[in-house]
């Protein structure tokens, strides 16, 4: 029989505000355990929520940017449960009035064309805490920095069928939202992490099975491994005549493997109910028209302006627009005289080879547009090789070096002199007489053996035409 995978995604963001969702503590990352705490976001008596300006712009914009519906008057909600990484026993949430509904975002498609994923809803919430498991002395220990937090949780539809669709759905977003600029989406601080819940079923079946839900996976391949890992036991599962049991899991990176943790709860077994102590939240119309107009050109946009303005291909423009940080170092580079498709080859060539073998994102990165477009312009002036340019970029990566002043102290400047070039020559057919008389009985290759020998004997510090024009001349000459 052939199956089918149906998965749909709750992806839990944390917002880039410098306060708590509901008080005045630090969101900062780190610091030591249960410092960025206050009675407030540790649920104590008497203690009351104010929310947070910036999170419920943050909620807005982005349900504006995945073409949701706002909702004008919304409120928020108390979900009860008893695990100790939430100190008051209830998160506030959303489940009545979520900011947005009905949103969609199209991802690309492997084989080419698109596809749009339905969002059901996004709402705001605070983080819970973090439970540390200590095997050495068999305890569990509360960190509550974390718990008030602002997230936003985007919950789709199961429109998902492949592991690549989620995959790209959750690219297409992380960018959306480093755009936007509400999130860092740093999925290695937990930034932004996911829930997937996943059922399979017969091919061409339009019945649902019964679906598990793996939680907080923060990395790309966490999620891509999980996906396949759990297709696979479901679908042996029902094949050995077994039944898949509704619940949530834990997906285990040493093991390669998920692990159950619990029952899935549903909504009554949250106990929502409307929160007392926050006030229904109302938006005008001038109030939603004003975060429009601050929604920035995004990916999609700036990479169609790309292709017409600058020439660039397609994949050229996608590549370049996939980080915010990315387009803006390029965008920066050809306002300082870099061509633009240039800029795109040293982008996505040496600058993406160095984020990758650095572990760095462009935002992190030193170097600057300056410093790459001043090497360019000394490629294009002949006065270093493209083979040059690529040591020093690799020399001043890390701390930002002066382009001139790397090539001038190392000397790296091509040799220009028409007379130093011609005896370069000179010296190397002298020493190849062998290669000298094949390349006259017409063995081309020999050209480029002489060549190559040439630019060695300059130290590869000549420019390749003139090296080009002086062995032709020579090699002319009786």
């Not at 969702?21 to 630090?26: R, Y």
């Not at 285990?252 to 493997?257: F, L, Y």
């Not at 547009?369 to 000394?378: C, D, E």
């Amino acid at each position: 029989m052939t199956w089918e995978t149906v998965i749909g995604l709750e992806t839990h963001v944390e917002l880039a505000t410098k306060t708590k969702i509901f008080c005045g503590c630090t969101t900062e990352f780190g610091g030591a355990p249960n410092t960025h705490c206050c009675p407030v976001c540790t649920g104590m008596p008497g203690a009351l929520p104010v929310l947070n300006e910036r999170v419920l712009e943050f909620a807005v914009k982005t349900g504006l940017a995945l073409h949701g519906t706002v909702t004008r008057r919304c409120k928020f909600d108390r979900k009860n449960y008893f695990y100790p990484d939430l100190p008051k026993a209830y998160q506030i949430s959303q489940l009545y009035l979520p900011i947005v509904r009905d949103g969609a975002l199209e991802i690309p498609l492997a084989g080419g064309g698109t596809k749009a994923i339905r969002i059901r809803e996004l709402h705001m919430e605070e983080d819970a805490g973090k439970l540390v498991h200590d095997p050495w002395i068999d305890q569990t220990r509360c960190d509550y920095n974390r718990c008030g937090v602002p997230l936003i949780e985007i919950v789709t539809e199961p429109d998902f069928r492949t592991a690549e669709e989620v995959i790209a759905y959750l690219e297409k977003l992380k960018s959306t939202l480093q755009y936007l600029g509400v999130s860092d989406c740093k999925m290695q601080e937990g930034s932004l992490r996911c829930d997937v819940n996943l059922s399979v079923r017969p091919a061409g079946s339009a019945e649902l099975g019964a679906r598990t839900e793996m939680k907080n996976l923060n990395s790309f391949k966490a999620v891509s491994r999980a996906i396949a890992y759990e297709a696979r036991r479901q679908i042996e599962l029902i094949e050995e005549g077994k039944r898949v049991v509704q619940e949530t899991r834990r997906w285990d990176e040493n093991k390669d493997a998920t692990f159950s943790m619990r029952s899935k709860e549903n909504a009554q077994d949250y106990r929502y109910f409307p929160d007392p102590d926050l006030p229904p939240l109302e938006l005008s119309e001038a109030y939603l028209e004003r975060l429009r107009e601050q929604i920035p050109e995004m990916a999609d946009e700036k990479a169609a302006r790309y292709q017409a303005r600058l020439g660039l291909p397609a994949y050229d423009a996608q590549m370049l627009t996939g980080q915010k940080a990315l387009a803006g170092f390029f965008e920066a580079a050809v306002a300082l005289g870099a061509p633009p498709k240039q800029a795109a080859n040293w982008i996505m060539g040496e600058v993406l080879r160095r984020l990758s073998a650095d572990g760095l994102e462009a935002k992190d990165m030193t170097l600057t547009p300056g410093a790459l477009a001043r090497l360019i312009a000394l490629v294009q002036e002949g006065r270093i090789n493209r083979n040059t340019a690529v040591r020093v970029f690799d020399a001043i990566f890390a701390d930002g070096g002066d382009v001139d002043a790397y090539v001038a102290a190392h000397g790296l400047e091509q040799v220009s002199d028409a007379g130093l070039v011609e005896a370069a020559v000179e010296r190397v057919l002298a020493a190849n007489p062998k290669s000298v008389a094949d390349y006259r009985a017409g063995k081309e290759k020999a050209f480029g053996f002489l060549v190559g020998q040439a630019m060695r004997e300059l130290k590869g510090q000549a420019a390749p035409q003139a090296v080009h024009r002086a062995l032709g001349a020579a090699l002319k000459q009786p």
